[in-house]
């Protein structure tokens, strides 16, 4: 008699969706996988050499600042906090999911807790206070991340309203010094033009004389 194939019904596991305000606890009552609690994520590695801006910086700061990690920081972003609204937790904050978005379209992620260690052993609140003051700027959109097995981790960070609005302080910036340039320009102009108009009258008296 054939033998008959056992036939064994896969089961695919679900997957739970939870909404965003609820992270902030299932983060803090869901413990990190041992490779997540370990090993943090590493800082861009800066290129081995650098050409230009990244060659004054590498003289600025030492090869070896360099060789550890770097991130690029619109001056915007510092010259005019006060104007972002931004508190200093606020700032640092930024600057730590800063450090983190290594690639245009891979959103930063990073676990609150973590930032807490490193500014300096700050509450989790605070850290918590400052990025529900960038989530209500709209500077900042907060999402969950999910593992294989349906539980959370840390949530990802998208700063496109960051984005938007340093670009428009940066454009704000950029009119500012173009109109203050060339009044400069103008006043230049207009002192040459007194001063030669001054140096033919003289001429002038001079033949008459």
Known sequence: ???????????????????????AKAEASAPQSAAEAKTPAPTEPAPSTGKGRDKRNIEKWGPTAWKSGWMGVPSILITHQAR?????????????????WWEPTRKPFLGKKEMAKAMGGVSLRTVQRALSRLRKANYIVQRPRMRADGSHTTPEYDLTGLVTRVSELAEEEINRRTAEANNAQGARTRRGLRNKASSSARSEDAVAA
Do not use: F, Q, W, Y
């Open 1 to 23: 008699m054939p033998k008959e194939k056992l036939t064994r019904k896969r089961t695919m596991p679900t997957r739970k969706v939870v909404a965003p305000e609820a992270e």
């Open 84 to 100: 972002l609204g931004l508190e200093p937790s606020d700032l640092n904050v930024l600057l730590h999911l800063i450090v983190h």
